[in-house]
């Protein structure tokens, strides 16, 4: 367990990697005491330090939703993160590869809340019946730290959480069957992932409902208007300057970007 000045200097630290765009050592070198409630707690003051200097917060990311993640972050269940505004693109977007330090894409579903939702208890109806709608989203991973990390490394640096991308179409929760979204993801014409929603905890409004269950203990939970990505289900394709991304998710339309 680490103290609350180990914490701050922590938060304080990732702040500055993103800021410099300057790697820094993983926090579980540099504080090998390090728990995952340090880790979350460090997030949090992070967030803080951020939304001091403007950024709001949109909502939130869950990651690590597939058992081969899981696996290979010896982790049991997902993480979670925040997410801001100035983090935010959408379809079309000719996206800054140099504000990233080493971005990787990945396809999911955002859930656009219409209602509070909080507690303990929260089940998957739950979730359906509190989302206003669903949209096709990517998510920007990105790592302030060296690799390779643990998951305390991860969870601290807000779930390798870089930026997110919205487009496609907008879908009511009980319109479609959000167990089989289909998706490509394509960089420079090439096919690099194929994956179906289902990947995400056999649902992708279960990983939203054990993020509720997971913040029902800290007294907070989701509002009216977040945006919740539910998880990835294709492995991340790295991105670089150059490349020309399409993500195709069927009957819900698709989302092309740019890195300059």
């Given at each position: 367990?680490?103290?609350?000045?180990?914490?701050?200097?922590?938060?304080?630290?990732?702040m500055r990697a993103e800021e410099t765009r300057q790697v820094m050592p993983q926090l579980t070198k540099t504080w090998p005491a390090i728990t995952l409630e340090d880790a979350y707690d460090i997030q949090r003051r992070w967030a803080g330090l951020k939304t001091a200097?403007?950024?709001?917060?949109?909502?939130r990311k869950i990651g690590l939703t597939s058992r081969a993640m899981q696996m290979a972050s010896k982790m049991t269940e997902p993480d979670y993160g925040v997410m801001f505004d100035d983090?935010?693109?959408?379809?079309?977007?000719?996206?800054?590869?140099?504000?990233?330090?080493?971005?990787?894409?990945?396809t999911e579903l955002a859930f656009?809340?219409?209602?509070?939702?909080?507690?303990?208890?929260?089940?998957?109806?739950?979730?359906?019946?509190?989302?206003?709608?669903?949209?096709?989203?990517?998510?920007?991973?990105?790592?302030?730290?060296?690799?390779?990390?643990?998951i305390a490394d991860t969870i601290a640096d807000n779930a390798a959480?870089?930026?997110?991308?919205?487009?496609?179409?907008?879908?009511?929760?009980?319109?479609?069957?959000?167990?089989?979204?289909?998706?490509?993801?394509?960089?420079?014409?090439?096919?690099?992932e194929s994956g179906v929603s289902a990947a995400i905890m056999g649902h992708p409004a279960a990983g939203v409902a054990w993020l509720v269950n997971k913040l029902a203990?800290?007294?907070?939970?989701?509002?009216?208007?977040?945006?919740?990505?539910?998880?990835s289900f294709t492995r991340p394709v790295d991105?670089?300057?150059?490349?020309?991304?399409?993500?195709?998710?069927?009957?819900?339309?698709?989302?092309?970007v740019s890195f300059a």
């Open positions: 367990m680490l103290s609350e000045i180990e914490r701050q200097a922590a938060a304080e630290a990732l200097k403007g950024a709001k917060v949109i909502g983090a935010t693109f959408l379809d079309g977007a000719r996206i800054p590869a140099g504000r990233f330090l080493k971005p990787r894409l990945e656009v809340m219409g209602e509070d939702l909080k507690g303990a208890g929260c089940q998957m109806h739950d979730v359906l019946r509190a989302t206003e709608y669903v949209t096709p989203a990517l998510e920007i991973i990105d790592y302030r730290t060296e690799v390779p990390r643990l959480f870089g930026a997110i991308v919205l487009g496609g179409r907008i879908l009511r929760p009980f319109d479609l069957d959000l167990r089989w979204i289909p998706a490509t993801l394509s960089k420079n014409g090439v096919i690099e203990a800290q007294g907070d939970g989701l509002k009216k208007g977040d945006i919740v990505l539910g998880g991105v670089g300057s150059g490349d020309v991304i399409f993500a195709d998710y069927g009957a819900l339309g698709a989302i092309g």
